[in-house]
């Protein structure tokens, strides 16, 4: 068993992206970018390998594209200034600076449900995300796979509310049995 | 075991283990469905000492989140600082003089020798044997009192800072620890001849409360409870930081997968500790304690970092994601109680009551932890 | 006006037993708390009066100074009159107890039975204060006890029969009476009725310590599985009666074991028999017992359940034989 396999076991099921990361600077081995839909079979295949689930948890990735769009639009206009001064001291009269096309709605920010494998016998820390969108956050479950995830999947449902489809009792584990809100959530007011 | 297995449950009735019960140690609530004492379902019920830390550290800068660590794991504080410093220090790229790691490293493990003491006194106690828990606490005292001379505090430590620890030992501390190990050695071959071949004990630990290392695995049970079930996984071998591969030490592994395997592997790291303490103060290096170049207002690069310690009950994982601001973006708090603890239903199934209290205590919950 | 002597009498023993229970629990806490605490390396009680002599007493107003909670739901009728059954009987069977050849209330012929009947009462208490106090650790707890009582039951009463059929009667006096003249005399050392007597002995005493509830077989009480067992729901002095109750019962079992086996008030060596001695020897045996519970962990249901139909009975029943056979032969 080692990375290597896996990420090529892991690239075959179609995982969005798996990338090799650099253990001293991150304390994992494998980043992986997985679809929903295929994060039971992506599961499946640490699972076969003798995996153990080390932490379910999430990510509130609010005000992401507008982050996205702002960076963007810097580079854009700093491109734009760049070239104006060029322009200048090349002593020709600067181009009229182009209007910002308009760029519609911003796409929609994601949560992402971050799962934590560890190997008993070699040091191979894969790391499996996965990205919804904020206002439908449904994943589903691998309770079936790992039953340890269970109680992990209810934390991170308490935190962030991100629903896991297929789970058998989504009920909240750390927060009070009525709790309706989420407050690991960037928008939560308490 | 068979006899439940036999009947069927027909008549059962709902038994509240806690939240205030002596043998859970804290706020813990088990739900039992119990078959006349047979246990047909136990479900735990946590969150009653949440406090939600993982939000605080939203809401602190990096520096500030660390007194927190030490107020989840009140039992081994220490290594709940190592494990956030050091997180913080590999996102930040901050290098550690090697005095300040050796400090770490004879500190936490000084600490995990108190925690595991207490958790002898405190298993034995949830047995019904009273005396032990005294004389444990009775060498547990003589670490506080070292532990207190260096880190001012003698329970919720918060010693460590990023770039090392903030202050170095006195002239009595070598002399001290190592007069505290010489009387720790001294003193095991009697707790083991009290306790460990006491029949009554035998009898109510042997091939009681089995967890498979399957189970381990799909529960992802670490520390002493795996180890109590043949896997070999120790975090300070098997992804080492800090110092630990300079000093020569076993893991402890028993592979009969009950209670007392469990109780032995704990026993048997307190001598591994003192090992490796023995060793760190033989080599313990000169120089300072702190790096000297730690900025004052600390701003990680963006990403996400990993870092895995060893604590008493096992591996406690910080994963922090940074967005190149003074304040974490996210950080999540992996415990190892709260793995362990989630097996626990599966395994305390078709139990005696009290073999199922024998199983819980062998877990070493500390209730703080699994609820952060 | 003339008065019965023996109304007098009467009276003077029915004040001097309750008072000797009564002391005797008090201080049998103090005792306990002590011995414990050097045990356990500590000093135990010792800031009222010297040596902590008089926290007995200041407990004692502490307890009853307490409001005596009834829960609602509880069956307030079983639920008061548990304490009392538990301690009445062991006061009771205080009446048959010889502590020297004249110090003893009513010497009865069947002083013996009289005892074993008595304390078989105290069970029933127990299980009477768990059910009508509704609640459902204090029901496991009923539920243990009264099967630990009847497991222990059988060997005792087996070792006991033994015992009489050596002595030829249930009189209490009179079987100390056959042990006069020194330690070669006593029960314990009689291997001409039975070489396993000494064995006999261990088996009564770990029957004794089941009967009682005390440790390493404290079921009923159980606290780091069962909260408090049947005490749960108690408070006051309605726990103190029930706890006094349970000390008096260590003294009984201890004056019995004294008295069937140890040779009574006899001294070891045939000089100055008296009750000096009699104490001597029950207060060593509760010693005995205190210094276990502190020792050991506590076993488990079924672990006890074994001990005493695996191993305790059939070494009775193989004694009770040996000896018949050793009567009819020699």
Known sequence: ??????????????????????????????????????????????????????????????????????????????????KAEAAAAAGEEAPVAEPVAEQGELPEDALEAVYDFNHYESLCR????????????????????????????????????????????????????????????????P | MSAFAESEAKETFVLNLGPQHPATHGVLRVKLTMDGEYIAEAEPVLGYIHRMHEKMGENRTWAQFLPNTGRMDYLHALAYNHGYVSVVERAAGIEVPERAEYLRVITAELNRVSSHLLWFGAFILDLGGFSPLLYAFDDREHILDLLESVTGSRLTYCYFRFGGVYNDIDDNFVPGTRAFIKRLRERMPMYHNLVTKNIILMKRLQEVGPISAEMCRKYGATGPVCRGSGIN?????????????????????????????????????????????????????????????VPKILKP???????????????????????????????????????????????????????????????????????? | MHVDPEIIRLLAFLIGVIAFAALNAAYLVWLERKEAAHIQRRIGPKEVGPFGLLQPLVDGIKLMTKQLIVPAGVDPVLFKIAPILVMVPAIMSFVTIPFSDTLVARNLDIGLLAIFAFASVNVLGLLLGAWGSRNKYA?????????????????????????????????????????????WNWNILNLSASPLMPIAFLIFFVCMLAETNRAPFDMAEAESELVAGTFTEYSGMGFGVFFMGEYANIVIGASVATILFLGGWDCPFGLFPGVHWFLLKMYFLIFTVIWIR?????????????????????????????????????
């Open chain 1, 126 to 189: 894969v790391t499996i995300r996965t990205r919804v969108p904020r206002s439908k956050p449904e994943v589903p479950t691998i309770s079936q796979i790992y039953p340890g995830a269970d109680w992990h999947e209810r934390e991170t449902h308490d935190f962030f509310g991100i629903k896991f489809v297929g789970h058998p009792y989504l009920v909240p584990l750390l927060l009070p049995e009525d709790a309706d809100y989420h407050p690991l959530l960037k928008d939560f007011r």
């Open chain 2, 233 to 293: 996984f120790d975090v300070r071998k098997h992804e080492p930081y800090s110092v630990y591969p300079e000093f020569d030490f076993d893991v402890p592994v028993y592979d009969q997968c009950d209670s007392m395997a469990r109780y032995m592997v704990r026993m048997d790291e307190i001598e591994q500790s003192l090992r490796i303490i023995e060793q760190a103060l033989d080599k313990l290096p000169e120089g300072p304690v702190m790096a000297e170049k």
């Open chain 2, 301 to 372: 690069a963006k990403g996400d970092y990993y870092h895995a310690v060893e604590t008493a009950r096992g591996s406690f994982g910080v994963r922090v994601v940074s967005d190149g601001t003074n304040t974490p973006y996210r950080l999540k708090l992996r415990s190892p109680t709260f793995s362990n603890l989630s097996l626990f239903g599966e395994a305390s199934q078709g139990m005696l009551l009290p073999d199922a209290l024998a199983l819980m205590g062998s877990l070493d919950l500390v209730i703080p932890e699994i609820d952060r």
């Open chain 3, 139 to 183: 029901v496991i707890s009923a539920a243990r006890v009264v099967s630990q009582n009847v497991a222990y039951e059988i060997p005792m009463l087996i070792t006991v029969v033994t015992l009489v059929m050596i002595s030829g009667t249930m009189n209490l006096s009179k079987i100390v009476g056959l042990q006069m003249g020194g330690f």
């Open chain 3, 294 to 330: 502190w020792t050991y962990p506590r076993t488990t249901f079924y672990g006890l359940l074994n001990l005493s139909w695996k191993i305790l009975i059939p070494i009775s029943f193989v004694n009770l034989i040996l000896t018949s056979a050793m009567l009819k032969v020699f």
């Open chain 1, 1 to 82: 068993m080692n990375c290597a396999a896996i990420k090529q076991k892991l690239s075959a099921i179609g995982a969005a992206a798996v990338n090799e990361t650099e253990y001293g600077r991150k304390g994992f081995a494998l980043d992986v970018q997985v679809a929903p839909e295929q994060l039971v079979a992506a599961v499946s295949v640490l699972d076969a390998e003798g995996f153990f689930i080390e932490a379910v948890t999430g990510v509130d990735w609010l005000g992401e594209q507008a982050a996205l769009r702002k960076e963007a639009e810097a580079k854009v206009a700093a491109e734009a200034k760049a």
